[in-house]
Nanobody, 117 residues
Framework: QVQLVESGGGLVQAGGSLRLSCAAS????????ASWYRQAPGKERELVAA???????GYAASVKGRFTISRDNTMNTLYLQMDSLIPEDTAVYYC???????????WGRGTQVTVSS
């Protein structure tokens, strides 16, 4: 089992920055993919950024060039550096980790990010 806890959300003005963290505990050695999702009010949850153990990353078109996903070498902590924030980035941000070998999927409870104009 893996537990995920997000932190770092808050209220920021447009153009500002925030850094989200996701702390993983438990059987983290089996994790081989981690990602950030977000869900705005009235909208579906969407993928923001993902990273694999080899270090390869991917981003949604809406955040590419503004957000950076990273992790520590043990995959115990996942980060999302968010720069040049815009009001459309307002959402609850969730951390997701996957054990692709055993088809296991873990989610955090989310952290609120609010960007004011």
């Amino acid at each position: 089992q893996v537990q995920l806890v997000e932190s770092g959300g808050g209220l920021v003005q447009a153009g500002g920055s925030l850094r989200l963290s996701c702390a993983a505990s438990g059987s983290t050695f089996a994790l081989n993919q981690a990602s950030w999702y977000r869900q705005a009010p009235g909208k579906e949850r969407e993928l923001v950024a993902a990273i694999r153990t080899g270090g390869s990353t991917g981003y949604a078109a809406s955040v590419k060039g503004r957000f950076t996903i990273s992790r520590d070498n043990t995959m115990n902590t996942l980060y999302l550096q968010m720069d040049s924030l815009i009001p459309e980035d307002t959402a609850v941000y969730y951390c997701r980790a996957r054990d692709l070998v055993h088809d296991l999927d873990y989610w955090g409870r989310g952290t609120q990010v609010t960007v004011s104009s």
